[in-house]
């Protein structure tokens, strides 16, 4: 089946998304690819196959999709370490290279409504252990399992105990380079919240060219854990917001420093912001229509030196996820040309719209 390398054909893929998302993600699936149709799914895990059983899908397959973390195709079942060697090898036939290895459960709960003292590795560790007991099994797969671009990835998902499904895809723009789409973010002690987490994966999904010296804006700044993580990269952030912000994030009074507009947004001019803002960042608990409002009434007044936006949209019910297309116009009708969509693995109920100004891709190309 693999006569070079990346060279794998299936009818079937398989996907990872956030529990609650399966009805978001068929749908996108089914605008965006009607070739596809929904087959399986369990919570956080969804299958689809081609609707034409003579057409099949590469693994060269990028598809980008918003609510999926991680795509491959699918290859069947393993209940064991040492099936999961006899397939990869079967897979890889006689070709030397090693495969990169995403080895995962899907989640069980969405994110922030974990039972006290859960651990969503546990199945995983178990597997591991076994693995590491197979003899040659470090001649198939690489001791790592960050992906680089052009990479055969082997996906292996724990959706029940004694039951891990195997995936083949090729690492590329439309994949992430980590098993499920989960980025190793840690969060400080310090952090006012769990946005830091949030930002920070943004940031490493996106590529974003942020650069220390810069300054953002950030709407619905309080209690200030994205504000801490600009700021510990050196960005200098003004928050806007009605609420209070955290002494941690006060004290950053000297380059970088943080300010502070302790009103709605409607209510800033833009006289009242720095005459260079680089970037604009939103995360506000309203409906996405007046979301993409506030941003958009100073996206224009910042139009002189603004790089780009990282636009936190709540999807307070899952049917928004249908307007989706629409916010992504309206963003690149803002002057924004690199405009794309996510939903990662410390987003709750939200996805990110991360969108470049010209200036910005710019920027990002000499990066």
Aim: proline fraction near 7%; charged fraction near 25%; aromatic fraction near 10%.
């Amino acid at each position: 089946m693999a006569e070079s390398r990346g060279a794998f054909r299936s009818q079937f893929l398989q996907t990872v998304c956030q529990v609650g998302a399966e009805p978001a993600l068929k749908a996108e699936v089914s605008r965006a690819h009607p070739g596809l149709r929904f087959a399986y799914s369990r919570p956080g895990f969804v299958t689809f196959r081609t609707v034409s059983g003579n057409d099949e899908l590469t693994d060269t397959f990028q598809p980008g999709w918003v609510f999926a973390r991680e795509c491959s195709l699918n290859f069947g079942k393993v209940r064991s370490a040492q099936e999961l060697v006899e397939q990869a090898r079967r897979l890889r036939g006689d070709q030397p290279w090693k495969w990169v290895l995403h080895l995962f459960e899907r989640d069980r709960h969405a994110p922030g409504e974990e039972p006290l003292g859960y651990d969503g590795t546990v199945l995983e560790r178990a597997f591991r252990e076994q693995l590491g007991q197979v003899p040659g099994w470090s001649e198939v797969f690489e001791e790592r399992d960050q992906a680089r671009a052009g990479e055969p990835v082997l996906s292996c998902v724990g959706v029940e105990e004694g039951e891990w499904w195997v995936g083949v895809h090729r690492q590329g723009p439309g994949h992430s380079p980590f098993p499920g789409g989960r980025y190793p973010v840690s969060m400080p002690e310090d952090s006012p919240s769990r946005a830091y987490l949030k930002l920070e994966e943004v940031l490493a999904w996106s590529g974003a060219p942020v650069r220390r010296g810069d300054t953002a804006v950030e709407i619905g700044s309080a209690p200030g854990g994205a504000s801490y993580a600009l700021l510990r990269r050196g960005v200098n952030v003004v928050g806007i917001d009605p609420g209070a912000m955290s002494p941690r994030v006060l004290e950053f009074r000297q380059e970088p420093w943080f300010a502070h507009i302790q009103r709605p947004v409607a209510e800033v001019p833009r006289e009242e912001l720095p005459e260079s803002v680089e970037w604009l960042l939103l995360d506000m608990n309203v409906e996405p229509r007046i979301s993409i409002f506030a941003v958009d009434r100073l996206a224009t007044r910042l139009d002189d030196t603004l790089l780009g936006l990282v636009l936190t949209v709540k999807l307070n019910q899952w049917k928004f996820a249908a307007e989706l297309p629409g916010w992504l116009e309206h963003v690149r009708a803002m002057g924004m040309v690199r405009v794309k969509a996510v939903q990662l693995a410390t987003h709750r109920r939200e996805i990110c719209i991360f969108g470049l100004t010209r200036r910005g891709k710019t920027r990002f190309v000499n990066a």
